[in-house]
């Protein structure tokens, strides 16, 4: 597989509280991950930066194969993070109220896992089409599950930020994992919302798509599209195409 990724501040934040990493175990399983942090100056940094660099090395230190096994592990390490967490949050005046969101995949010959909390995301093209993996947890998505909003006004409702699952902040953490089949070039995007508040499904997938362009260059060509926009919030984006001879059987 390839993996190209790419975190900007944006044009209206002082400091990026975006996270992004890329793991391998012992199993040579790839393992990617993006936490957009949530509270005070400080507070979301250290949230997103621990959960990316706390489960990621305990990811290289594992050495299943298997997709329950992971997904087993992964469910369990985002509630022990989220009470590592709280409990540095509640050691610093600082710190206090800080949380993060987190979105991540574990990549396997056939198949990807992905798990998310929060509302970063994770979309996948593929033969050419784009398709939203995950389920933001947020009041937005709520009410537009109940039919009280569109999703064309949840673009700019105005609580639109209020996320309701997040690890740190309180004792319920519970993320959402999901096991999909890969086939022959697809594409997998993580991604905070500092992207899909500022640029839609349609503009990502069309950048996407483009086979001249490196991941890196798709990566530049969509941040640089949120900050076109506005750039209202730090932006964060990774990318994983799975190798062409991949099989299915």
Known sequence: MQVASLSDIGRQRETNQDYVGNFMNKAE???????????GHRGGDVASSMAVSHIGTRFEATRFIDPATAAKWLASEVRQENETIIEKAQQYRDLSGM????????????????????????????????????????LVNELIKLGQITEAD??????????????????????????????????????????????????????????????????????????????????????VETDREVTTS
């Open 29 to 39: 399983l790839g393992f990617t991950i993006v936490a957009d942090g949530i509270g």
């Open 99 to 138: 949380g993060t969101t987190l979105v991540a995949a574990i990549i396997f010959p056939t198949q990807f896992l992905v798990a998310n909390i929060g509302d970063s995301r994770a979309y996948l093209l593929r033969h050419q089409e784009l398709a939203q993996l995950t389920e933001d947890h947020s």
């Open 154 to 239: 949840a673009r700019t409702y105005p609580e639109k930020n209020i996320i309701t699952r997040t690890l740190g902040i309180n004792d319920e953490a519970d993320a959402d994992i999901n096991l999909y089949r890969a086939m022959p070039g697809d594409l997998l995007m993580l991604c905070s919302d500092g992207l899909t508040n500022m640029v839609t499904d349609d503009q990502i997938q069309a950048v996407l798509v483009q086979s001249d362009r490196s991941l890196a260059e798709k990566c530049q060509r969509l941040i640089d599209l949120a900050n076109e926009a506005g750039g209202r919030d730090n932006i964060t984006v990774l990318l």
